[in-house]
């Protein structure tokens, strides 16, 4: 058995991935990009299968025919990569059902960025516990695996809770570690639409004072936290997926108080994706708790959140309210994650609300198109099924559809039947 801890160049760090493995990375910031680029330089593997998601950069390893790639959550470089040719694939699950998965059927190598030891030896994941943080661990106190870190220097500190490991690793607990330095991903900054501040504005007129929140990715999300950060409702509580820029601006703003009714008095995420500024913000901050996604994904727990709000974007619906996020036109677009988690979690949530917003019409191939259809066309798949969906957003106006029956549904008919 090799010893722990060893330190290493980046090359000898990937050189520990076999010509013929199963490798487990982390979703954006929680990609090794120093390994991954240097696993693409190698010319000896055989059958590397690489589980990930939301893939940080176009690495060269996607053009070996002897690496698979199977993601979680296509991004623009998996779309780009598949198109090409590339062994490209989807794996169908929820967020916190990729870590049950990489739990219960273990990869040899678990991949993971970290922030440098502090002076007691403990690295911090940082920006990115999602579903890696446990896999982790588990690889790490396994002999039979391997737990592999890429120490980043940028990467921030950002605690966890005690209960729950603290999102963090000792370096003698590791099979070895090497530093890269390399800039967290960044979310550009994008001004709202005309449809996307419609959309936010209806969307305000749900959230009540003393909600707990939850933002998916997107101009909306970000919209209504900006607005929330800039009106007069406080008391609000902060339970998400994503920390992105909106809930840092609510938090500047003092209108976080995090009396949510689980993890009270911090807000909890399970990885963080926008600027530089965010980043900086999160260091150290005692405001925030990053945990594995099964803490804070799972529907079971969610309900334990007062005045539960999720919102989340999704690209189609029809008339039945059948709604398709991910995959649409019979191509993969991006994936499950957290939203039906959270549409289900906000449902059982005392006085919760679960909203899903998209624009009225898109563009596609120069025409413009209705996004609410009589029928989700053959090739799109459902990401959150008629039976669990409540509030649809879109410029035009809310309705609650829970309730409703099909004909009420397609007529948009608003009365309730019962109370």
Known sequence: MLPKSRELSVADAAALIAPRDTVLSGFVSGQPQGILGALG?????????????????????????TVRVVSGFFGPVERMARAAGARVEFLAGDFHGLERIALVHPPRVVLAVTSPPDADGWLSFGTHAGATYRPFVDAARDPSRLAIAEVNPRMPRVDGLPELGRNR???????????????????PAKSPSAEERAIATHVMRLIEPGATLQFGIGAVPDEVATRLAAGPLGDLGVHT??????????????????????????STATFALGSGALYAWLD?????????????????????????????ACLSTDL?????????????YSGVGGAESFV???????????????????????????????????GTLVTTPRHHVQWVVTDHGAVDLSGRSDVERAQGRSERRFC
């Open 241 to 266: 997926e994503m920390i992105s820029d909106g809930v840092m601006s609510l938090h500047r703003a003092g209108n976080v108080t995090n009396r949510k009714g689980l993890y009270d008095g911090v």
């Open 344 to 378: 289900m979690g906000a449902a059982e949530a005392p006085g919760g609300k679960s909203v899903l917003c998209l624009k009225s019409t898109a563009t596609v191939g120069g025409t413009r198109i209705s996004t609410i259809v009589p029928e989700l066309p053959p």
């Open 320 to 332: 039945y309210g059948q709604v398709a996020a991910d995959r649409i036109g019979g191509r993969q």
């Open 41 to 65: 330089a190698r010319d000896d593997l055989e059958e590397v299968q690489l589980f990930t998601g939301l893939l940080a950069a176009p690495y060269a390893f996607l053009q070996r025919p």
């Open 284 to 312: 150290g901050n005692p405001d925030v708790r990053m945990l594995p996604v099964s803490a804070t994904n799972d529907p079971g727990l969610l309900h334990r959140l007062r005045n539960f709000v999720s919102v989340n």
């Open 169 to 187: 690793v000792h370096v003698s607990e590791v099979d070895a570690w090497t530093t890269h330095e390399a800039p967290l991903l960044e979310l």
